[in-house]
């Protein structure tokens, strides 16, 4: 069974930084392109960050984009979002997703975790 | 950049009927090379993460009822829930997957 655990939410002030964390399990984690997608309380979705499974390309909202850093560890199966100079823009559920193939593009979300709270504010 | 809209805002529809719900891009996601249409659908309940039901403007995801059916093409897309049922009361997003990716504003199904 497919697995995204989200972790490292939390509150934080205006300016300030916060990493976030997706375990995966129950599949071939480095074989897949992985993303964040955000929902601002009460809003819709927004995709924040992709990262490519075989082929690592990379890419960026422009909303986040020289603030956020995606990565991944294929050997700890896990997945994470260095979030800088954040702002109140930035509160949302943070969802870990699963890119539909490993391809050096993204595509559709065929799994995503539970999510993780950010909370920007003074 | 792909903008993506969804009509209605919101629907209510009686058990047992069919629930409509259009999405239309700003720019035609269709690529002719492969004949795809770079579209997905997911329903999203309360306090639960968004479940993926259709992709490529029509395929139903493993295990997704076949009550749940999407058509269209270019840049006018529509999901239809031919015979709604309590469970499939939730808020519905399209996303383009042509471009960056990008969701329409989501429509709320209610029971009338």
């Known amino acids: 069974e497919v697995q995204l655990v989200e972790s490292g939410g939390g509150l934080v002030q205006p300016g300030g930084s916060l990493r976030l964390s997706c375990a995966a399990s129950g599949f071939s984690f480095g074989s897949y392109g992985m993303s964040w997608v955000r929902q601002a309380p009460g809003k819709g979705l927004e995709w924040v960050s992709y990262i490519g499974g075989i082929i690592s390309s990379i890419y960026y909202a422009d909303s986040v984009k020289g603030r956020f850093t995606i990565s991944r560890d294929n050997a700890k199966d896990s997945l994470y979002l260095q979030m800088n100079s954040l702002r109140a823009e930035d509160t949302a559920v943070y969802y870990c997703a699963r890119d539909s193939d490993g391809s050096a593009r993204v595509n559709y979300f065929d799994y995503w975790g539970q999510g993780t709270l950010v909370t920007v504010s003074s | 950049d792909f903008v993506m809209t969804q009509s209605p805002d919101s629907l209510a529809v009686s058990l047992g009927e069919r629930a409509t719900i259009n999405c239309k891009s700003s720019q035609s996601v269709f690529f002719g090379s492969n004949n795809k249409n770079y579209l997905a659908w997911y329903q999203q309940k309360p306090g639960q993460p968004p479940k993926l039901l259709i992709y490529w403007a029509s395929t139903r995801e493993s295990g997704v009822p076949d009550r749940f059916g999407g058509s269209g093409s270019g840049t006018d897309f529509t999901l239809t829930i031919s015979s709604l049922q309590a469970e499939d009361v939730a808020v519905y997003y399209c996303?383009?997957?042509?471009?960056?990716?990008?969701f329409g504003p989501g429509t709320k199904v209610d029971i009338k």
């Open positions: 996303q383009q997957y042509y471009g960056t990716p990008s």
